[in-house]
């Protein structure tokens, strides 16, 4: 369901119908004549769709978490917002950027729309930004030939759906200016190489069964997800092109099985 197409649609309709009644329908109405129903409602509802419409397309946009490839950081049942203005000002529904303001920085946790499918929201850590060299080797971490630093907290374990409890290690990731926990499973090898797909630019990268380099190309980055093992993300389905970001991740708003995780900032 393209939310932002239907809101919009309901911001014309309900405009078109209060301009309308502005300029033309209301001086044709008696005096003492109640409006239309098909009037009255769709003016009273068009400064709320208004407002949403202005909130949720330049401001503060509202996500829920829908899978667990971001654990520790987001789990599942999450409800986050997400800053639409921090990357720049972009038309709503066609996502086209008029105003530039701040890039992607390694580090930031990344909402965009999926390569593969823009209908479907995706999201997921950047770490690599243009020209930079990502390489993933033995589970470990490397850009531009420098390893990032990875720090051992414990044992860490979760729910997920239809396969019971997980067990992972848990770390402390030194990305860009601050850190960040990520897990990584025992039972799981480096790349799950059978699940890496072609996409555009496939030939900045170099696959093995242990991992891969990549070079980022111009306006596009490399996301990976904080749950290691059990994430899709750009290992195996490219890049991510700016064109297809929606904003910045960074606070928690609600959580309806775990209330103290309402108000935490995202890191």
Known sequence: MNFPLILFSLLVITGAVWVLDYLIWRHKRKQDEDEPWWIEYPKSFFPIILIVFCLRSFIIEPFKIPSGSMIPTLIVGDFILVNKYVYGIRLPVI??????MDSPEAGDVLVF?????????????????????????????????????????????????????????????????ANHSILVSREVNGLQYASVREFPFRENCQYSRTGFTCTVPPGNYFTLGDNRDSSSDSRYWGFVPDENIVGKAFMIWWNFGDFDRIGQFIQ
């Open 95 to 100: 996502n086209k950027k008029i105003i530039d």
């Open 113 to 177: 729309r999926f390569p593969e499918d823009p209908s479907i929201d995706y999201i997921k850590r950047v770490v690599g930004v243009p020209g930079d060299v990502v390489t993933y080797h033995n589970k470990k971490l490397f850009i531009n030939d420098k390893i990032v630093e990875q720090v051992y907290e414990g044992d860490y374990k979760y729910v997920e759906p239809g396969l019971g409890y997980i067990y992972s290690e848990k770390y402390t990731e030194y990305l860009g200016e």
